[in-house]
């Protein structure tokens, strides 16, 4: 009996060291994992402050409107156009319309 003893000590003894490394290098593998992502975070933190701003895109103002002059001698140009025959009734009321709009 006392060789049966002996090696069954031993296998415990055995078993024991082992998961006692085993839990040793676990824990030294996620030590170094956590240490790998703070480093990661900290590096994508500064490269977030380090990048420019992207851009603020504003609408731009619409073009001022013709001025009286200016709406005056559009019309009297199409009234021209009209009495050349160039433009139709129905071409000459919708370009009318759009002069008179500022568009």
Do not use: C, H
């Amino acid at each position: 009996m006392p060789g049966l003893m002996r090696g069954m000590a031993r296998t415990a003894v055995v078993a024991g060291t082992a998961t006692a490394v085993s839990n040793r290098v676990s824990r030294r593998q996620a030590g170094r994992w956590a240490e790998q992502d703070n480093a990661q975070e900290q590096q994508y933190a500064q490269q977030q402050q380090q990048q420019p701003q992207q851009p603020v895109y504003v609408q731009a103002a619409p073009p001022p409107a013709p001025s009286s002059e200016d709406t005056l001698k559009a019309l009297q140009d199409l009234a021209a156009l009209k009495e050349q025959g160039i433009l139709t009734d129905a071409e000459f009321q919708v370009q009318k319309a759009r002069i008179l709009s500022g568009g």
